[in-house]
């Protein structure tokens, strides 16, 4: 069973970066792609950004141009570089495995969530 941990989370003020990490393990071999999502209060979850295994990439509209994701193969590690951060990006971060099977994307597993906190 694949198993996911994030770090990289905490406090940042506004036009400020962070990175993100997410370190898969326990059946890597069954990703096709992993992601990161967040939610804040109040709010649904919403896509940031995935990248699949032959490297494509897919961006939330609000964080095209800011963020980054990219994975590291040898690390089974996706990260989320997230730059010119705004009040609006605080929320919980989570990151995501998923494997692409017949046209439907099923969810492998979710990690257990980092917060980003963005000051004014």
């Given at each position: 069973q694949?198993?996911?941990?994030?770090?990289?989370?905490?406090?940042?003020?506004?036009?400020?970066?962070?990175?993100?990490?997410?370190?898969?393990?326990?059946?890597?071999?069954?990703?096709?792609?992993?992601?990161?999502?967040?939610?804040?209060?109040?709010?649904?979850?919403?896509?940031?950004?995935?990248?699949?295994?032959?490297?494509?990439?897919?961006?939330?509209?609000?964080v095209?141009?800011?963020?980054?994701?990219?994975?590291?193969?040898?690390?089974?590690t996706?990260?989320?570089?997230?730059?010119?951060?705004?009040?609006?990006?605080?929320?919980?971060?989570?990151?995501r495995?998923?494997q692409?099977?017949?046209?439907?994307?099923?969810?492998?597993?979710?990690?257990?969530?980092?917060?980003?906190?963005?000051?004014?």
């Amino acid at each position: 069973q694949v198993q996911l941990v994030e770090s990289g989370g905490g406090l940042v003020q506004a036009g400020g970066s962070l990175r993100l990490s997410c370190v898969a393990s326990g059946g890597i071999f069954s990703i096709n792609g992993m992601g990161w999502y967040r939610q804040a209060p109040g709010k649904q979850r919403e896509l940031v950004a995935t990248i699949e295994r032959d490297g494509s990439t897919n961006y939330g509209d609000s964080v095209k141009g800011r963020f980054t994701i990219s994975r590291e193969n040898a690390k089974n590690t996706v990260y989320l570089q997230m730059n010119s951060l705004s009040p609006e990006d605080t929320a919980v971060y989570y990151c995501r495995a998923h494997q692409n099977r017949n046209g439907f994307t099923v969810v492998l597993q979710w990690g257990q969530g980092t917060q980003v906190t963005v000051s004014s």
